[in-house]
């Protein structure tokens, strides 16, 4: 099987760090923030002149968590129940033969770190922390917006499921920029969608907290966000 090698330019600094709870698709929670630190062989400035002109960017990006030896031409997209099979290749599953990611992101300011170099501050991100990005193009609304294009069984984006509660003080241990984040996140749902069990208590990090909830009907209840032991 012919093999071709690919260059980690960069990786992604962001809030999500366990493959639990991340949206399932791009710009679904743009209230979140994260940096995109280079590569040292990639910190040059040059690199990004007038990168600064567009919104929005492309990611190309490895599922580093989901890499196989083995690949399946069917898997079960999350949209149709978790237990609907389509082709690999009809899906954005992270189960592929080449285990990589594309995403849209919005570019909300480039950087400079004094031990980075230049880092992108970009929203709606949908990587796991520390992700390996392999390429980064600009985002052309002429080329890259279909207003006639058809979604298939992912015709519309999901939207807020759940409404979220939480009571006084749960949420103060978070720092307050990231619990409007958390609060977006929670409320797209991060369950499997097989899973409804109004007794269980679901755990996921995210920002370097543990945070703790529990789903009963259309309601998710934060119990409990606090650091790690």
């Known amino acids: 099987m012919e093999t071709v090698e690919m260059k980690i330019i960069a990786r992604i600094e962001s809030a999500y760090q366990e493959k639990f709870g991340i949206p399932r698709q791009s710009g679904l929670v743009p209230s979140l923030t994260a940096r995109i630190v280079f590569e040292p062989a990639f910190r040059n400035p040059d690199a990004l002149r007038g990168i600064d002109g567009f919104s929005h960017l492309w990611l190309v990006w490895q599922f580093s968590k989901a890499v196989r030896s083995d690949w ?63 390429d980064i193009k600009p985002y052309l609304p002429y080329a890259d917006s279909i207003p006639e294009a058809v979604g298939g069984f992912a015709s519309s984006a999901p939207v807020p499921r759940l409404a979220v509660e939480a009571e006084d003080g749960v949420l103060s241990p978070l720092p307050v920029q990231t619990r409007t984040a958390l609060l977006d996140v929670l409320a797209l749902d991060p369950r499997p969608s097989y899973q409804d069990d109004p007794e269980r208590v679901y755990g996921m990090r995210f920002a370097g907290f543990e945070v703790k909830f529990r789903v009963v009907g259309q309601t998710l209840r934060l119990i409990s966000v606090s650091k790690p032991d």
């Open 72 to 134: 399946s031409p069917t898997v079960r997209p999350p949209r149709l129940g978790g237990n609907a099979r389509v082709g690999v290749f009809a899906s954005r599953s992270p189960f592929r033969p080449n285990a990589i990611g594309l995403s849209c992101v919005k570019l909300e300011a480039v950087a400079q770190d004094p031990a980075c170099g230049p880092v992108l501050i970009v929203s709606g991100a949908d990587l796991l922390d520390g992700t390996p990005i392999f």
